[in-house]
């Protein structure tokens, strides 16, 4: 069975500071891999997704993510971070059905 | 172009009662999913209808909720009687096809029961 996991719950990073958010998923192949963000209130949008191809994928608002096949791992990096980044931040696989990890929460510190 | 569209944003109700909730996916969009989200956990998966098929509702409680998708387009999910541990966010989305599109949602309807 594929899951996902975000070992951090909330991070707090100072605007202006650089931004790394982790997920490590389990499955047998090679997944597709999402990366979503959730501001209160609103349904999921999504940041940038791997299917195939280069493993540093560049999404939308500033955010990127790197595919680790060795790490089973799928981080979301930004360089600098901005108060409106503030949101909750969702990993995702998907093979046929997506599975979601738990989430981190990002704070950002004026 | 409009976002998936729910209602209502909100609901409160007391156990035992009845509570549906509906959704407006995008227009062409064939893949419409139910998933529900605890307070501090991600979107689990409830159903996921292929037009007016549900072809996966492995995780949906039959006993009481139900769902359906009529003509493809709309879809309703109901509890019936709704129970405290049914307190959630229960979000809707929808994608192009099956698989491993992106999946548009709408901004989800928050259930308290009380």
């Known amino acids: 069975a594929q899951s996902v996991t975000q070992p951090d719950i909330h991070i707090t990073v100072s605007e202006g500071a650089s931004l790394e958010l982790r997920c490590n998923y389990s499955?047998?192949?090679?997944?597709?891999l999402f990366w979503y963000v959730q501001s209160p209130g609103q349904g999921l949008q999504l940041l940038l997704k791997y299917f195939s191809g280069d493993t540093l994928v560049q999404g939308i608002k500033g955010f990127e993510a790197e595919f680790k096949r060795s790490q089973s791992s799928f981080n979301l990096r930004k360089p600098s971070v901005h108060w409106s980044d503030a949101a909750e931040y969702f990993c995702?696989?998907?093979?046929?059905?997506?599975?979601f990890g738990d989430g981190t929460t990002l704070t950002v510190k004026p | 172009e409009a976002g998936v569209v729910q209602s209502p944003r909100y609901k409160i109700i007391e156990k035992k009662q009845p509570v549906a909730f509906w959704c407006n996916p995008i227009s062409g969009h064939n893949t419409l999913y139910w998933y529900r989200q605890n307070l501090g956990q991600g979107p689990e998966l409830l159903i996921r209808?292929?037009?007016?098929?549900?072809?996966?509702d492995s995780q949906l409680p039959k006993d009481r909720f139900s769902a359906e998708r009529l003509k493809g387009v709309d879809s309703t999910l109901k509890i019936q009687p709704a129970e405290l541990g049914d307190s959630a966010v229960y979000l809707c989305a929808s994608s192009l096809r099956r698989g491993h599109n992106e999946q548009f949602f709408g901004p989800g309807t928050r259930l308290t029961v009380l």
């Open positions: 209808y292929e037009n007016e098929e549900a072809v996966d």
């Open positions: 499955y047998g192949a090679t997944p597709y």
């Open positions: 995702a696989v998907s093979a046929g059905k997506s599975t």
